[in-house]
Nanobody, 126 residues
Framework: QVHLVESGGGSVQAGGSLRLSCTVS?????????LAWFRQAPGKEREGVAGIDSDGSIFYADSVKGRVTISQDNDKNTLYLQMNSLKPEDTAMYYCAAENPRCSSWPPLSGGMDYWGKGTLVTISS
């Protein structure tokens, strides 16, 4: 059974940084060729933040472009999201998601993802 576990969330002031991690277990990580981060703020729909597809394509939402970097460590079965210059509007629950063998849509959509973590909360104060 595939498990995705996020970590690294927390409360920081605006302008600060956080690095989110997502560890994948129960599946050959290298086979998870579509990996993405989504977020959902209270009262809002879940939205894609960043994603990596099997051909190496990388997606960033316009709202975070230039402030976040998605990366992965295949040896550690871990996906990362480095977030800098954080803003109060970045406050949300952040979810890691995976789809096998590749993203069925680009940018990745929440409805197409096969596996989800339970999320890690990011709170940015002004």
């Amino acid at each position: 059974q595939v498990h995705l576990v996020e970590s690294g969330g927390g409360s920081v002031q605006a302008g600060g940084s956080l690095r989110l991690s997502c560890t994948v277990s129960g599946y050959t990580y290298s086979s998870m060729n579509c990996l993405a981060w989504f977020r959902q703020a209270p009262g809002k729909e879940r939205e894609g933040v960043a994603g990596i597809d099997s051909d190496g394509s990388i997606f960033y939402a316009d709202s975070v472009k230039g402030r976040v970097t998605i990366s992965q460590d295949n040896d550690k079965n871990t996906l990362y999201l480095q977030m800098n210059s954080l803003k109060p509007e970045d406050t949300a629950m952040y979810y890691c998601a995976a789809e096998n063998p590749r993203c069925s849509s680009w940018p990745p959509l929440s409805g197409g993802m096969d596996y989800w973590g339970k999320g890690t909360l990011v709170t940015i104060s002004s």
